[in-house]
């Protein structure tokens, strides 16, 4: 593994987005499931056709093919793929856009599993009045993704870049080639673990500085890119305000520790800690 550069850090948001809106009202990919369109009607039996989608059924309902329909028509998505992750929560499929390969990501609705979201949801500013509704929870979870993204970015650090979001369904920059995705940290051999461990750590306190903590942050969902390593799946990922905000960022820095340091890397939880939440220091 070759070093690697950080992104510049030069335009962060202030700390904490947890005041941020997040409209969870029916949308025009609803409103497509809900217009029976011959133009619709003929995309729906395509996906539902095809040999990598017919045990699928419990990802694509209706409103979340009105979902693909609608960012196919908005040129986000040109060709549909297989599936490159499964999940508990959502499904993560290979797209064409023009030009580049994307990554869809698809939250069912159905199947979501709600008890674990819960601990991230509560006490979140965003989520009050949306109830038990698993509509109205999996579309801000889905739109939280995005918005999360698109703050780690402009901290500095390295995401998949957000493309578009359309109700449960999120379009993000592909990692991979060949249409193979990156791999996971824990999926390569780590050359260079103390640089590595260097990188992360300052991934955390950026993402920690611009007032968001990853909350399941391990070595399964680090991927090297281009000889980069960039963070995944930031669904979850709370601000610092949140009532369990101290309890998830130590358990990240344990899981991150202990993984470097079978990797060869003396490194603790407590360290990280302290590293991540150390004030920046005046200008």
């Known amino acids: ?33 809900r217009v029976q369109d011959r133009e619709f009607q003929e995309f729906r039996k395509r996906i539902k056709d095809a040999d990598q989608f017919k045990v699928e059924a419990s990802v694509f309902d209706d409103a ?10 908005d040129g986000h998505i040109r060709a549909f793929g297989g599936p490159l992750s499964t999940g508990k929560e959502a499904n993560v499929y290979l797209a064409a856009s023009d030009g580049d390969d994307v990554a869809v990501k698809i939250y069912r609705i159905n199947a979501s599993d ?6 991230y949801l509560d006490g979140d500013p965003r989520f009050e009045g949306i109830g038990s509704d698993k509509k109205k ?45 990156a791999k996971r940290l824990n999926e390569v051999s780590v050359e260079n673990p103390e640089t590595a ?17 990853h909350g399941d942050l391990s070595e399964y969902n680090i991927v090297v890119h281009d000889d980069e390593i960039y963070v995944l799946d930031l ?8 009532p369990n905000s101290r309890e998830f960022l130590e358990r990240d820095c344990e899981n991150i520790a202990a993984f470097f340091t079978r990797q060869g ?7 990280l800690l302290s590293y991540v939440v150390e004030p920046e220091p005046e200008p």
């Open 197 to 213: 461990f260097e990188v992360v750590r300052e991934y955390m306190r950026r993402l920690y500085r611009a007032g968001l903590i």
């Open 265 to 271: 890397h003396d490194a603790t939880g407590e360290d």
């Open 64 to 73: 979340t093919l009105g979902a693909l329909y609608k960012l196919v028509q």
């Open 114 to 119: 709600f008890r674990a979201m819960r601990d």
């Open 1 to 33: 593994m070759s070093d690697y550069d950080l992104i510049d850090a030069d335009d962060v948001d202030t700390p904490g987005d947890e005041w941020e809106e997040l409209d969870v009202s029916d949308d025009e990919s609803d409103r497509i499931a």
């Open 137 to 181: 929870v999996v579309v801000a979870w889905t739109r939280k993704e995005f918005a999360n993204l698109r703050r780690a970015q402009a901290a500095g650090v390295r995401v998949p870049n957000p493309i578009a979001v359309q109700r449960n369904v999120l379009v993000m920059e592909f990692l991979g080639s060949d249409g193979e995705r």
């Open 235 to 242: 669904g979850q990922a709370v601000t610092v305000h949140h």
